[in-house]
C-alpha cells in the first residue's frame, strides 16, 4: 500500500477522481481521501444517507470523507490493516499533511494555479509544515510562463520543500471546466470531451505514481474510459 498527496488551497477533487479513475481502469484498488477543510467530495461524489465521515464507492473508487487520520478510517472501515494498492490524500493544511504523514508518501503533488490566493495559501501551508518534503509541481494556468514559475520558486524560498524537476501543466481551458461540471450532474467521470492537453498531464500524473507503468498502458486506459467500457 502506498501513499500519494495532493497538496494545496487549489481546488483538486476532479483532478484526484481523473487520476483515480485510470489507476482503477489500469486494475488498481484505490482510496481516495478529502481531508479538506471545504470536503467537496461530500457533495461532488454521490453518496447514499452520507454521516459525518464515511466511506463510500464511486465508479469502482473508494471515497473516504471526513477523516482526520488513516486510523479512523480503519476503524471505520473495521480492519486492522487497509487492502489498498494507493491511497491518495487530498491536503489543504499543515495539520492534515502531518496527520496523514504525507512527509513519508511515495509521491507528493503540490496543485496551484497563479491566482493570489491559490499560490499564496497553498505556500502559507507549506509555510507551515515541520518536517521538509518532496513536491511536484502541478500547475493549472492558461499559459504556464517562466515569469510565474520563477515567481512561485521565489515566494517558496526558505520553506521546507525540494522541488522537483519533475512537473505537470494543466490547461485553464473554458471547455475542460464545462466537461468538468457536466460530469459532476450527472455523476459520472467522463474523459471523451475533455482536451488533449487536459489529458496529457493526467498521463504525466499516473505515470509519476506508477514509475514502471507504460505510457502506452495508461493511453490504453483512458481510450477505455472515454469508451464507456
Request: aromatic residues 18%; charged residues 35%.
Given at each position: 500500500m502506498e501513499t500519494?498527496?495532493?497538496i494545496g488551497a487549489y481546488d483538486k477533487t476532479d483532478l484526484m477522481l481523473n487520476t483515480a479513475k485510470i489507476l482503477t481502469t489500469?486494475?488498481?484498488k484505490v482510496l481516495m481521501v478529502d481531508s479538506t477543510i471545504n470536503q467537496k467530495a461530500k457533495y461532488v461524489v454521490p453518496s447514499i444517507n452520507p454521516t459525518t465521515s464515511y466511506v463510500t464507492n464511486f465508479e469502482d473508487i473508494e471515497v473516504a470523507v471526513g477523516f482526520k487520520t488513516i486510523e479512523q478510517i480503519k476503524q471505520y472501515l473495521v480492519v486492522d490493516e487497509l487492502q489498498y494498492d494507493l491511497i491518495m490524500v487530498d491536503a489543504d493544511s499543515a495539520q492534515r499533511i502531518?496527520?496523514?504523514?504525507l512527509e513519508n508518501a511515495k509521491k507528493n503533488f503540490f496543485v496551484t494555479a497563479f491566482d493570489v490566493y491559490s499560490l499564496k495559501k497553498g505556500l502559507e501551508i507549506l509555510a507551515s509544515m515541520k518536517k521538509p518534503i518532496d513536491l511536484i509541481k502541478v500547475l493549472f494556468s492558461k499559459e504556464v510562463?517562466?515569469?510565474?514559475e520563477e515567481y512561485l520558486n521565489f515566494l517558496s524560498l526558505g520553506m521546507k520543500?525540494?522541488?522537483?524537476?519533475?512537473?505537470?501543466?494543466?490547461?485553464?481551458e473554458n471547455g475542460d471546466l464545462t466537461v468538468l461540471m457536466e460530469n459532476q450532474r450527472v455523476e459520472k467521470i467522463k474523459f471523451k470531451k475533455l482536451s488533449t492537453q487536459y489529458k496529457e498531464g493526467l498521463i504525466s500524473i499516473v505515470s509519476a505514481i506508477l514509475g514502471n507503468e507504460s505510457?502506452?498502458?495508461i493511453r490504453k486506459a483512458i481510450?477505455?474510459?472515454?469508451?464507456g467500457v
Open positions: 500519494i498527496g495532493f489500469l486494475g488498481k502531518e496527520e496523514f504523514e510562463l517562466t515569469e510565474e520543500m525540494v522541488w522537483s524537476e519533475y512537473k505537470v501543466y494543466f490547461p485553464l505510457e502506452n498502458a481510450k477505455t474510459i472515454e469508451k
